[in-house]
Every structure is written in C-alpha cells, then in structure tokens.
C-alpha cells in the first residue's frame, strides 16, 4: 500500500477508515541513527504471542529514563494526539527482526486490545520494508471485527505494508495483521511502540481463537451457500 505524505487530516481519517495507516519517511538520518542504535541495545530473548512464533522479539526497558526520553515524543504524536488525548500514555515497546529463516505469522490481532479506547501501535522501519523481506500484512477495517482464525490464508483486500527506512505506520491493536515470509539473506528490523488514552480502562478480553475457531472473511462475490438464509416451507 502507498504510503502517504505528513497530512494530519488525511492520516487521521485514514486512521479511522482502515484500522492503519503508512506515512513515508518521517524520520531524518540522525533521528533514525537513534532509532537504530535503540533497537540495536535490544536482546532478541521473546517470542510473539501466536502459534509457531520464533525467538525474534525483544522489549525496551519501559522504566529506562534514556527510553522514556525518546519514546515520550513519538513520530506522529499529533496523530496519536487526535485519538488517544494529550499525553497519548506510553504502554511498552519492543523490536521485531524479520530473519532471513522466518516463514511468518499467522493473523492475529494484538494483546492490547485489553484497552478502551483502543491502543494505538506506532511501527518505526528500521530498515527498507519490501515485498520479499517479511513485510507486515494488514487488512483494512478490520479492527472493528473480532479475533480472525490463527491461519495464513490469503484475505479478501489485504495489504502489504511497504516503506522506505524511517517510515512510520500506525495500526489499532484490533486491525488483523501478520508479518510474511522474509525471503531475503537479510534480516529486517522495526521498532513497535504502543500507546493508550491516559483514561483507558481494561476490557475483558476475550481468550485468543482455539485451532480452527476464530473469525473468517468470505471472498468477494455470491455468498456460500452455507451463509444464506433458507426460507421456511410453507
């Protein structure tokens, strides 16, 4: 999906719209040399939280004043601003490398759905993000449905998200997302930062999908046979 340009109005709506949003290079060299150095501190020592996740994770010390620093004025705070109030409230933070090995991710949507208002994940890219490096894949409005199926079956409308090193995206926690093969030698780095209203509460969220339970779209045209409605005899 193409990014777009530092349009307050339009990032929002298209916030709003599709539970995501892409905007290219908002961060200049030394502020993405920060980032990096950052992430780079960082121990991969944690697996995401869906099947078949791999070693590739690492969190921020959120207590670390010198983390604090940074990640208290975001990229795109104005943004976050809009949605979640003046200060959006820092939740946590980690770094997610694509490895060269990885095959990717089921869909899912995150943990910190426990929040309302939804929490907001702000995405850092590290480096370049391609289509054959492991980009995240994302379906757009999504994040007004409940959880989908752990699977990695092709969805009606998804996205990849695409963007230059120093692009920046922000997804709600609901909006269904997994990250993709990474077929390159390379692995690919990004920082994810998530932020809620200061006047959140928890929700009672519901457990995650058992094997072959969960949400699934249908494909564009007729609907299944199963899905209509039969008309009572008589």
């Given at each position: 999906?193409?990014?777009?340009?530092l349009?307050?109005?339009?990032?929002?709506?298209?916030?709003?719209k599709?539970?995501?949003?892409?905007?290219?290079?908002?961060l200049?060299?030394?502020?993405?040399?920060?980032?990096r150095?950052?992430?780079d501190s960082?121990?991969l020592?944690d697996r995401?939280?869906?099947?078949g996740?791999e070693?590739?994770?690492?969190?921020?010390?959120?207590?670390?004043?010198?983390?604090?620093k940074?990640?208290?004025?975001?990229?795109l705070?104005?943004?976050?601003?809009?949605?979640?109030?003046?200060?959006?409230v820092?939740?946590?933070?980690w770094?997610?490398?694509?490895l060269p090995?990885?095959l990717g991710?089921p869909?899912h949507?995150?943990?910190?759905r426990?929040?309302?208002?939804?929490?907001?994940?702000l995405?850092?890219?590290?480096?370049?993000?391609?289509?054959?490096?492991?980009?995240?894949l994302?379906?757009?409005?999504?994040?007004?449905?409940?959880?989908?199926e752990f699977?990695?079956?092709?969805?009606?409308?998804?996205?990849?998200?695409?963007?230059?090193?120093g692009?920046?995206?922000?997804?709600y926690?609901?909006v269904?997302?997994?990250?993709?093969?990474n077929?390159?030698?390379?692995?690919r780095?990004a920082?994810?930062?998530?932020?809620?209203?200061?006047?959140?509460v928890?929700?009672?969220?519901?457990p995650d999908?058992?094997?072959g339970?969960?949400?699934v779209?249908?494909?564009?045209?007729?609907?299944?046979?199963?899905w209509?409605?039969?008309?009572?005899d008589?």
């Amino acid at each position: 999906m193409e990014a777009l340009e530092l349009d307050l109005n339009m990032i929002t709506l298209t916030l709003a719209k599709d539970g995501f949003v892409i905007v290219s290079e908002v961060l200049n060299d030394s502020e993405l040399a920060t980032y990096r150095a950052l992430a780079d501190s960082v121990l991969l020592a944690d697996r995401a939280n869906y099947p078949g996740s791999e070693k590739d994770v690492g969190f921020l010390d959120g207590k670390d004043p010198n983390v604090l620093k940074i990640l208290n004025n975001p990229p795109l705070r104005e943004v976050l601003v809009r949605f979640l109030g003046d200060p959006p409230v820092f939740v946590n933070a980690w770094v997610r490398v694509a490895l060269p090995s990885s095959l990717g991710a089921p869909w899912h949507q995150d943990l910190q759905r426990e929040f309302w208002p939804t929490a907001i994940n702000l995405a850092i890219y590290l480096d370049d993000v391609t289509n054959d490096n492991g980009p995240t894949l994302v379906v757009p409005g999504t994040h007004t449905l409940p959880h989908p199926e752990f699977d990695t079956r092709l969805q009606p409308r998804e996205r990849r998200v695409l963007g230059r090193a120093g692009t920046a995206a922000l997804f709600y926690a609901t909006v269904w997302h997994r990250g993709s093969a990474n077929r390159t030698p390379s692995p690919r780095r990004a920082l994810f930062v998530y932020y809620r209203d200061k006047d959140a509460v928890r929700i009672r969220r519901p457990p995650d999908p058992a094997a072959g339970q969960g949400q699934v779209l249908g494909m564009p045209g007729p609907l299944p046979p199963q899905w209509v409605e039969k008309e009572e005899d008589g």
